[in-house]
């Protein structure tokens, strides 16, 4: 079921209310109907602003949440991406409108079947989906412009921080996953990591290995 333009134009309005006010971002958004990636039960609350279980015992965050981790991460249309954490394959759908080419993985290859599916269906042509421990990166592919991780880790990853370009960003959300976490963005600088804390955030934990079906 498509977005009405009634449903479209409070579920920008609330993005906005919550911080997300950069004007890529927005649109990126708007383009992708977040209801393709809700299924069941659930489908009629796609548009609320909360998160939604999907299968593997994950969820699909909530979208002021996936616009505020955008909008930090701050793509350019040249940026090779790498996101940690497909799920739903929402997130990567939005980075495909903002990025050159996105590469995302998780441990679950459910999901990334489920996902690539809804990229076959809806023409997203730039972004490779693969089943794997996100928890090393993608070595074969680094460096990356921009890392998004979508689980949250006690500290950023090192194979992670490794595939970095310098100059390149990666968003994620720290700390244990029974307590507050913080999203934080790392900068890699010439020199070391410059790192800043965004806001408070829950995420499911990012586990090492794969999952099971």
């Not at 998160?51 to 991460?73: E, R």
């Not at 939005?94 to 290859?109: C, F």
């Amino acid at each position: 079921m498509a977005m009405s333009p009634e449903a479209k134009m409070q579920f920008l309005f609330t993005l906005r209310s919550k911080g997300v006010t950069e004007a890529r971002t927005l649109q990126a958004m708007e383009k992708v109907d977040r209801g393709d990636f809700v299924k069941g039960i659930f489908a009629e609350r796609a548009y609320e602003d909360m998160p939604l279980p999907i299968a593997c015992g994950q969820t699909i965050s909530q979208p002021s949440v996936v616009g505020l981790m955008t909008q930090a991460l701050n793509v350019q249309p040249r940026d090779k991406v790498l996101e940690v954490g497909t799920g739903s394959g929402y997130q990567a759908a939005i980075l495909s409108q903002l990025a050159r080419r996105v590469y995302t993985v998780d441990r679950y290859p459910r999901l990334v079947r489920e996902a690539q599916s809804i990229f076959d269906r809806s023409g997203i042509v730039n972004i490779t989906a693969m089943s794997t421990d996100g928890s090393f990166g993608l070595p074969d592919q680094a460096p990356f412009d921009r890392i998004l991780v979508t689980a949250a880790a006690e500290d950023p990853p090192g194979p992670l921080l490794a595939q970095l370009k310098t100059g390149g960003i990666m968003v994620l959300p720290v700390g244990q996953s029974d307590a507050v976490q913080s999203l934080i963005k790392v900068t890699r600088l010439e020199q070391g990591f410059d790192y800043e804390e965004l806001r408070a955030v829950r995420f499911v934990p990012l586990v090492e290995g794969m999952g099971q079906e």
